[in-house]
């Protein structure tokens, strides 16, 4: 089973900039779909990202498309997600998750579709 450990979390301002790593470790994650959900303080768990494990395309929550963007890096076991234009509701404990799947990235936007779990990344904004 693979291990993913999320960090680059912190708190920033409103309009700032932030990348988040996810880094793998026990398996490979070159075969996987690679997501970022995200959970505010009392809302559900939701999707923001996901990409192929080709990296051939991705895709994005309304809320967060145009502002962030998931890359992968096979070689270094490792998916990010670069954040701009940070609005105080993007603050949510942020989640690495990887699910197995051929299909496209837009078709990953299910918890329940995910098996393997980071601990999560707190990131705050600050008005």
């Known amino acids: 089973q693979v291990e993913l450990v999320e960090s680059g979390g912190g708190l920033v301002q409103a309009g700032d900039s932030l990348r988040l790593s996810c880094a793998a470790s026990?398996?490979?994650?070159?075969?996987?779909?690679m997501g970022w959900f995200r959970q505010a303080p009392g809302k559900e768990r939701e999707f923001v990202a996901a990409?192929?494990?080709?990296?051939?395309?991705?895709y994005y929550a309304d809320s967060v498309k145009g502002r962030f963007s998931i890359t992968r890096d096979n070689k270094k076991n490792t998916v990010y997600l670069q954040m701009s234009s940070l609005k105080p509701e993007d603050t949510a404990v942020y989640y690495c998750?990887?699910?197995?799947?051929?299909?496209?990235?837009?078709?990953?936007?299910?918890?329940?579709?995910?098996?393997?779990w980071g601990q999560g990344t707190q990131v705050t904004v600050s008005s």
């Open positions: 990409i192929r494990w080709n990296a051939d395309n991705s």
């Open positions: 998750a990887a699910a197995t799947g051929l299909g496209p990235a837009a078709a990953y936007t299910r918890e329940s579709q995910y098996d393997n």
């Open positions: 026990g398996r490979s994650i070159g075969s996987r779909i």
